[in-house]
């Protein structure tokens, strides 16, 4: 098992930068990778970012490239997603996720990003 613990969400204004964390305790040898998702009301949860967790292999949706960077810290059990140059459209539930094989197995509770126009 796996146990992950999003944080950092808030409300911010278009324009501003947010930081998430996420924690992973548990069997965390066992990840191969981990990614954000998000969703907003009324619509289908969508990918945003991964990375592997052994290594620098980074994947990012287009909506995100260039603002959102997702990166570890593996002595913290750690992954983050710092986001720059918020939109009043990336307001949303963050969840992060980890991938043991297959699919996304393991879920966070999700953290409320919300943007202001």
Avoid: H
Avoid at 17 to 33: D, E, H, N, V, W
Wanted: proline letters at 2%; one cysteine or more.
């Amino acid at each position: 098992q796996v146990q992950l613990v999003e944080s950092g969400g808030g409300l911010v204004q278009a324009g501003d930068s947010l930081r998430l964390s996420c924690a992973a305790s548990g069997r965390t040898f066992s990840i191969y990778a981990m990614g954000w998702f998000r969703q907003a009301p009324g619509k289908e949860r969508e990918f945003v970012a991964r990375i592997k967790w052994n290594g620098d292999n980074t994947y990012y949706t287009d909506s995100v490239k260039g603002r959102f960077t997702i990166s570890r810290d593996n002595a913290k059990n750690t992954v983050y997603l710092q986001m720059n140059s918020l939109k009043p459209e990336d307001t949303a539930v963050y969840y992060c996720a980890a991938k043991i094989t297959g699919t996304y197995n393991y879920w966070g509770q999700g953290t409320q990003v919300t943007v202001s126009s």
